[in-house]
């Protein structure tokens, strides 16, 4: 990858849009508290933060290490924002199902980023592989239909007119 990365405001989006969501998850599956409102509200900030940075940083030479450092940092970001917000039973410190929770929720998320990726990118080469032959193609001109002529009829051009003059009313008394 470049510096000049076409898919890094897409990377950027998938690293907060995923970090928020995986570390609430983690953090609740790892025995913590559902997250408050404010919490996500908070959480979704600073995950949202983490991805426009990592949309702005251009790719190192390993760009997978890069990812899961980025990844790893959200989560930690997160679940001290998550234990400091709403004060969790077991304070700011890492049991080990949480920790564990938290490094698989890492790996997943640089896995699914990465296929995304990868996927876009053969999506990306066979339209640039298609579209030119799209454009190859060569269109009769005698065989598509000339455009209908348009007639208008004469009159007054409002939707509805409201003038008075015409021979419109209620019926006659014949009585």
Same mark, same amino acid.
């Given at each position: 990858?470049? @510096?000049?990365?076409?898919?890094?405001?897409?990377?950027?989006? *998938?690293?907060? &849009?995923?970090?928020?969501?995986? $570390?609430? $998850?983690?953090?609740?599956?790892?025995?913590?508290?559902?997250?408050?409102?404010?919490?996500?509200? /908070?959480?979704? /900030?600073?995950?949202? =933060?983490?991805?426009?940075?990592?949309?702005?940083?251009?790719?190192?030479? =390993?760009?997978? &290490? +890069?990812?899961?450092?980025?990844?790893?940092? @959200? +989560?930690?970001?997160?679940?001290?924002?998550?234990?400091?917000?709403?004060?969790?039973?077991?304070? *700011?410190?890492?049991?080990?199902?949480? %920790? @564990?929770?938290?490094?698989?929720?890492?790996?997943?998320? =640089?896995?699914?980023?990465?296929?995304?990726?990868?996927?876009?990118?053969? =999506?990306?080469?066979?339209?640039?592989? @298609?579209?030119?032959?799209?454009?190859?193609?060569?269109?009769?001109? !005698?065989?598509?239909? &000339?455009?209908?002529?348009?007639?208008?009829?004469?009159?007054?051009?409002?939707? %509805?007119?409201? *003038?008075?003059?015409? !021979?419109?009313?209620?019926?006659?008394?014949?009585?």
């Amino acid at each position: 990858m470049s @510096a000049t990365d076409e898919f890094a405001p897409l990377r950027g989006a *998938s690293v907060g &849009t995923l970090s928020a969501l995986v $570390t609430a $998850t983690a953090h609740t599956f790892g025995g913590g508290m559902f997250p408050s409102d404010a919490a996500v509200v /908070l959480l979704v /900030l600073v995950c949202a =933060a983490v991805g426009c940075a990592a949309s702005a940083v251009p790719t190192a030479v =390993a760009p997978r &290490t +890069q990812l899961l450092v980025v990844l790893a940092t @959200a +989560q930690a970001i997160g679940h001290l924002l998550l234990t400091a917000v709403d004060g969790h039973h077991h304070g *700011s410190m890492l049991t080990p199902p949480m %920790l @564990a929770a938290h490094a698989v929720a890492v790996l997943v998320g =640089a896995l699914a980023i990465r296929g995304a990726e990868h996927g876009i990118r053969r =999506a990306v080469t066979s339209l640039r592989r @298609a579209l030119p032959l799209l454009a190859a193609l060569v269109i009769d001109d !005698n065989r598509i239909a &000339t455009p209908l002529p348009v007639y208008r009829i004469p009159g007054s051009t409002l939707l %509805l007119d409201l *003038s008075g003059c015409g !021979n419109r009313g209620p019926p006659a008394r014949t009585a």
